[in-house]
């Protein structure tokens, strides 16, 4: 039990270190976060339609239309632009919660990857650090390569998540493979 304690806590560590890292330090996630000069005028018009606090796919159809109206406003549409608009009245910078949830959520998925990783019995190094990778890679598939198969979400603004499934999860592999590996001193 102190193992998987031990091991959870600093594998939490070691990926929400890597994920700060990515995100405030390196750059790796700036293709998801473009920049447009026309910023103050789309935040006007989105701000004066009254919308609730949500995501936006736009052209859509109204929410009981038929299956017909659906396609006919997809042909309509097709080569056209088209937006995908996450939208909040109300810009919050605090970090503390997300930063804490963030953490929480770390810590949970590296106790499921120990209990993935040791059903069965316990794996050499090599199979922790590989399984652990798998994992992450998984997760990138799974969530934003998904988004990137559904609706074209530009490479630019993957390609980060994909870096953290690789590097964060194979960091953590490393510290797993290490300490689970190691003699149970009495």
Not at 124 to 148: D, N, Q
Request: aromatic share 14%; net charge neutral.
């Amino acid at each position: 039990m102190k193992k998987w304690v031990i091991g959870s806590l600093v594998g939490a560590i070691i990926v929400f270190a890597w994920q700060a890292a990515s995100w405030m330090f390196l750059g790796i996630h700036s293709g998801e976060e473009k920049y447009t000069p026309a910023q103050d005028q789309i935040l006007s018009t989105l701000a004066s339609s009254n919308l609730e606090d949500g995501m936006y796919m736009l052209p859509n159809v109204k929410p009981d239309a038929t299956m017909d109206e659906h396609e006919k406003l997809m042909k309509q549409n097709e080569g056209k632009p088209w937006a995908w608009v996450l939208y909040s009245n109300k810009m919050h910078i605090g970090m503390t919660g997300p930063m804490i949830i963030g953490f929480v959520v770390d810590l949970i998925l590296v106790v499921l990857l120990i209990s993935i990783l040791v059903r069965g019995g316990l794996p050499s190094f090599i199979g922790i650090f590989t399984g652990a990778i798998s994992v992450g890679i998984f997760t990138f598939l799974w969530g934003p390569y998904m988004e990137r198969n559904w609706y074209n979400v530009p490479w630019s603004a993957i390609i980060g998540h994909l870096y953290d499934a690789i590097i964060a999860w194979a960091l953590c592999g490393l510290w797993l493979g290490w300490w689970l590996r190691r003699p149970v001193n009495p």
